[in-house]
């Protein structure tokens, strides 16, 4: 079985003590952490086999020791909300309210097929891992007639990229005719929804510990889905053991829809459908009274907060220090793609602390708070608490390695503060179940360049400017 040891980088360990080691080590044994703690890894190393000199291969059969002094290691990223398939349509309504937004894209996207979202996935999933982020969920819900298998195109691009992958099986079943917001054409029949979801499951699930993928539901909005595709959602779900997932209180636009069209708030509405509880999450949770955050609290229901796509689209300001105080769980999510073109992981961190303070002063959301977030909350909301989203002995190897001894954190002393504050620092390493995906800010599993090129094309294609 290889060994990988990371010797000499500070260690943020994100676990329930957080412990933390200015000089420390990790090791790494096949897919999963075997030790991490201060000082040098020569104990460990000893015991594994691993020789101590040298920065690259150490001449022992598959064991590899890294110098990682002036580093920082850190659990991977974990993103809780995002639609890959966005990715070909960034820097559209780029002033524009989201109803707005989703109006003028809705026909864009109607346009999709396999040979358009598996290169945009690959460019969306490729880019995330250059931001740190090993897991990753997926929200797609538009799905052609003639578009062929997209849920299946973003498995596969997310195969090759190599990143733990939480897909989401979305639906839109309400269209303008019968009051929703997206145009007939792009919304399915309810009944097709259910079988082409408990097909995913069987096709793509896997429930097994370790797991790189595992599927969930996900009916996109209440202003895009009927309650009964609600209903019926909840309870396939339910049946066959996976997470429910949807957008919720995003605007105050879906506020009004909301009262206008169900006469309760968004959380009221979910409530009455069953579809509150510990294996759902919801993306944004922006408008939230404090009724609906202590009922969030109760049922253990998770929010995905994304900062950045709420600053583009002018959303508002989600309430996390409330959220947090509360004991809802909280991930973060890069949103959009085209909500939010940046669609860095590392910089939702960076956003969710600055945003909360904005709002709330500058206490209202700690530096580690926010990497937390962005780490084990991010773990909670996915279900994989127990497997990643901190360094510890017997957890999967899913660690960012980033350097801080560059110009732009010299001299800062508290390096999760230059992690979450400075400047988006360099990549050294991203391990994703021990397989090395990014070194040294470069994508070791693709090449990056062919990827742009790619989705450049996929772009065009869709956007119509080929
Ligand atoms: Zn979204």
Same mark, same amino acid.
């Given at each position: 079985?290889?060994?990988l040891?990371l010797?000499?980088?500070?260690?943020?360990?994100?676990?329930?003590?957080?412990?933390?080691y200015?000089?420390?080590?990790?090791?790494?044994?096949?897919?999963?952490?075997?030790?991490?703690?201060?000082?040098?890894?020569n104990?460990?190393?000893?015991?594994?086999?691993?020789?101590?000199?040298?920065?690259?291969n150490?001449?022992?059969?598959?064991?590899?020791?890294i110098d990682?002094? @002036? !580093?920082?290691?850190?659990?991977?990223?974990?993103?809780?909300?995002?639609h890959?398939?966005?990715?070909?349509?960034?820097?559209?309504?780029?002033?524009?309210?989201?109803?707005e937004w989703?109006t003028?894209?809705y026909?864009?996207?109607?346009?999709m097929?396999?040979?358009?979202?598996r290169?945009?996935?690959?460019?969306?999933?490729?880019?995330?891992?250059?931001?740190? !982020?090993?897991?990753?969920?997926?929200?797609?819900y538009?799905?052609?007639?003639?578009? @062929?298998?997209?849920?299946?195109?973003?498995?596969?691009?997310?195969?090759?990229?190599?990143?733990?992958f939480?897909?989401?099986?979305g639906?839109?079943?309400l269209?303008?005719s019968?009051g @929703?917001?997206?145009?007939?054409?792009?919304?399915?029949?309810?009944?097709a929804?259910?079988?082409?979801?408990?097909?995913?499951?069987?096709?793509?699930?896997?429930?097994?510990?370790h797991?790189?993928l595992?599927?969930?539901?996900?009916?996109c909005?209440?202003?895009?889905?009927?309650?009964g595709?609600?209903?019926?959602?909840?309870e396939?779900?339910?049946?066959?053991?996976v997470?429910?997932?949807?957008?919720?209180?995003?605007?105050?636009?879906?506020d009004?829809? !909301?009262?206008?069209h169900?006469?309760c708030?968004?959380?009221?509405y979910?409530?009455?459908?069953?579809?509150? @509880?510990?294996?759902?999450?919801?993306?944004?949770?922006?408008?939230?009274?404090?009724?609906?955050?202590?009922?969030?609290?109760?049922?253990?229901?998770g929010?995905a907060? !994304?900062?950045?796509s709420?600053?583009?689209?002018?959303?508002?300001i989600?309430r996390?220090?409330?959220?947090?105080?509360?004991?809802?769980?909280?991930?973060?999510?890069?949103?959009?793609?085209a909500?939010?073109?940046?669609?860095?992981?590392?910089?939702?961190?960076?956003?969710?602390?600055? %945003?909360a303070r904005?709002a709330?002063?500058?206490?209202?959301?700690?530096?580690r708070?926010?990497?937390?977030?962005?780490?084990?909350g991010g773990?909670?909301l996915?279900?994989?608490?127990?497997? %990643?989203?901190?360094?510890e002995t017997?957890?999967?190897?899913? %660690?960012?390695?980033?350097?801080?001894?560059g110009?732009?954190?010299?001299?800062?002393t508290d390096?999760?503060?230059a992690?979450?504050?400075g400047?988006?620092?360099?990549?050294?390493l991203?391990l994703?179940?021990?397989?090395? %995906?990014?070194?040294?800010?470069?994508l070791v599993?693709?090449?990056?360049?062919?990827?742009?090129?790619?989705?450049?094309?996929?772009?065009?294609?869709?956007?119509?400017?080929?």
């Open positions: 079985m290889s060994t040891v010797d000499g980088c500070a260690v943020v360990t994100m676990d329930g003590q957080g412990s933390e200015a000089a420390g080590h990790v090791v790494v044994t096949g897919n999963v952490i075997s030790a991490v703690g201060p000082g040098s890894a104990s460990s190393a000893a015991n594994s086999g691993v020789a101590n000199s040298g920065v690259a150490s001449g022992v059969a598959n064991s590899r020791r990682a002094s @002036g !580093c920082l290691a850190t659990p991977g990223l974990i993103n809780t909300h995002h890959l398939y966005q990715w070909g349509t960034r820097g559209m309504a780029a002033d524009a309210t989201l109803f989703l003028e894209l026909p864009v996207w109607a346009r097929d396999y040979d358009v979202v290169p945009l996935a690959t460019a969306a999933l490729a880019w995330l891992a250059r931001s740190g !982020c090993s897991t990753t969920m997926d929200h797609h538009i799905f052609p007639r003639a578009g @062929g298998d997209l849920l299946g195109a973003t498995v596969a691009a997310a195969r090759q990229v190599g990143l733990r939480h897909p989401t099986r639906s839109m079943d269209g303008a019968a @929703g917001l997206p145009p007939d054409d792009v919304v399915e029949d309810r009944d929804i259910l079988v082409a979801s408990k097909a995913a499951i069987e096709e793509f699930h896997d429930a097994s510990p797991s790189m595992r599927i969930g539901l996900a009916p909005s209440p202003f895009s889905v009927t309650s595709l609600l209903t019926d959602a909840a396939l779900a339910r049946h066959a053991g997470r429910l997932h949807t957008h919720l209180a995003e605007t105050a636009d879906e009004e829809y !909301c009262a206008e169900f006469g708030t968004p959380v009221e979910l409530d009455s459908l069953g579809w509150l @509880g510990d294996d759902v999450w919801l993306a944004h949770g922006v408008h939230l009274g404090d009724a609906a955050i202590t009922r969030l609290a109760a049922t253990g229901t929010v907060h !994304c900062p950045s709420n600053g583009r689209l002018g959303a508002g989600c996390t220090h409330d959220l947090l105080a509360a004991k809802v769980p909280v991930g973060l999510g890069v949103d959009g793609a909500s939010s073109e940046e669609n860095s992981l590392i910089g939702e961190v960076r956003q969710a602390a600055l %945003i904005s709330g002063g500058p206490r209202a959301m700690t530096v708070q926010a990497l937390e977030l962005g780490t084990m773990a909670r996915l279900g994989r608490d127990q497997e %990643i989203g901190s360094l017997g957890k999967l190897a899913d %660690i960012a390695l980033w350097r801080l001894d110009l732009p954190h010299a001299g800062i390096l999760v503060a992690l979450v504050l400047a988006r620092p360099p990549l050294e991203l994703v179940n021990g397989e090395t %995906i990014v070194e040294r800010d470069q599993t693709v090449d990056e360049r062919g990827v742009a090129a790619q989705a450049r094309r996929a772009s065009a294609v869709l956007t119509g400017h080929r």
